[in-house]
C-alpha cells in the first residue's frame, strides 16, 4: 500500500507569501505606524514554517527547496530579531547591506528557477529586485526606492502565494496546476 506524502512547498510559500504581503504594506507606504503587526507572522509563520518546510524538502532530496525555504525562513527570523530591537541598535545601512546580500542570494537562486516553471521563475525574479529596492532605499535613505521595493514586494507576495496555493487546490481536484513554462523549459 502506497502512502502519499505532502508537498512542503505549498507551506514554506504561503509562509513567505503572508508575511511578505503584510510587511510590504507598510514599505509601500500603505500601511502606516509600526511594523510590529508583522513580528509574529516573521518568527512563526514566514520564519519558522519556512524553515520546517526547508527541512522537510531536504528529507524529499530537493537541495533548491531546502536552500529556498530555509535561507528566507531565516531572514524572518532576522527581521523579526532586527526590527524588534532584540538585536539592539542596527544601523539603516547595516540593515541595507544584509538586504542586498539577500538580493544577490536570490539572484542566483532566481537562475535555478530557468526551468522549474513560469510561477517559480516570477516570485524568484519579483524577489530579487524588491531585494534590491529596499537595501538601496535603506542606504539611500530614500523612501522612493522602499516604496518602489513595497510595491514589488506585494506582487512577489501574491505570486508566491498562488504558485503555493495552486498545488494545493490542484492536488485537492485532482489536477495538474497550472504553473506556466519557465524559460528554458
Same mark, same amino acid.
Given at each position: 500500500?502506497?502512502?502519499?506524502?505532502?508537498?512542503?512547498?505549498?507551506?514554506?510559500? %504561503?509562509?513567505?507569501?503572508?508575511?511578505?504581503?503584510?510587511?510590504?504594506?507598510?514599505?509601500?507606504?500603505?500601511?502606516?505606524?509600526?511594523?510590529? %503587526?508583522?513580528?509574529?507572522?516573521?518568527?512563526? $509563520?514566514?520564519?519558522?514554517?519556512?524553515?520546517?518546510?526547508?527541512?522537510?524538502?531536504?528529507?524529499?532530496? /530537493?537541495?533548491? @527547496? $531546502?536552500?529556498?525555504?530555509?535561507? $528566507?525562513?531565516?531572514?524572518?527570523?532576522?527581521?523579526?530579531?532586527?526590527? *524588534?530591537?532584540?538585536?539592539?541598535?542596527?544601523?539603516?545601512?547595516?540593515? @541595507?547591506?544584509?538586504?542586498? &546580500?539577500?538580493?544577490?542570494?536570490?539572484?542566483?537562486?532566481?537562475? &535555478?528557477?530557468?526551468?522549474?516553471?513560469?510561477?517559480?521563475?516570477?516570485?524568484?525574479?519579483?524577489?530579487?529586485?524588491?531585494?534590491?529596492?529596499?537595501?538601496?532605499?535603506?542606504?539611500?535613505?530614500?523612501?522612493?526606492?522602499?516604496?518602489?521595493?513595497?510595491?514589488?514586494?506585494?506582487?512577489?507576495?501574491?505570486?508566491?502565494?498562488?504558485? &503555493?496555493?495552486?498545488?494545493?487546490?490542484? %492536488? *485537492?481536484? &485532482?489536477? /495538474?496546476?497550472?504553473?506556466?513554462?519557465?524559460?528554458?523549459?
Amino acid at each position: 500500500m502506497s502512502q502519499n506524502k505532502a508537498n512542503p512547498g505549498p507551506l514554506g510559500l %504561503s509562509g513567505f507569501a503572508l508575511t511578505t504581503l503584510i510587511l510590504s504594506f507598510y514599505n509601500a507606504g500603505i500601511l502606516s505606524g509600526s511594523v510590529s %503587526s508583522v513580528f509574529g507572522l516573521a518568527i512563526f $509563520y514566514g520564519g519558522l514554517a519556512q524553515i520546517v518546510a526547508g527541512i522537510l524538502e531536504y528529507k524529499e532530496g /530537493n537541495t533548491f @527547496g $531546502y536552500i529556498a525555504f530555509f535561507t $528566507y525562513g531565516a531572514f524572518w527570523e532576522w527581521f523579526f530579531f532586527t526590527a *524588534s530591537g532584540l538585536a539592539g541598535a542596527v544601523p539603516a545601512s547595516g540593515i @541595507g547591506a544584509v538586504l542586498i &546580500g539577500f538580493g544577490i542570494f536570490t539572484l542566483v537562486m532566481w537562475i &535555478g528557477t530557468f526551468r522549474a516553471n513560469l510561477s517559480l521563475f516570477m516570485t524568484f525574479l519579483l524577489l530579487w529586485i524588491t531585494f534590491f529596492l529596499l537595501g538601496a532605499g535603506a542606504i539611500e535613505n530614500s523612501i522612493t526606492l522602499t516604496h518602489a521595493g513595497g510595491i514589488v514586494g506585494i506582487l512577489t507576495a501574491l505570486v508566491a502565494w498562488y504558485t &503555493g496555493l495552486v498545488q494545493v487546490v490542484a %492536488s *485537492s481536484l &485532482g489536477i /495538474n496546476p497550472p504553473l506556466g513554462k519557465a524559460p528554458l523549459s
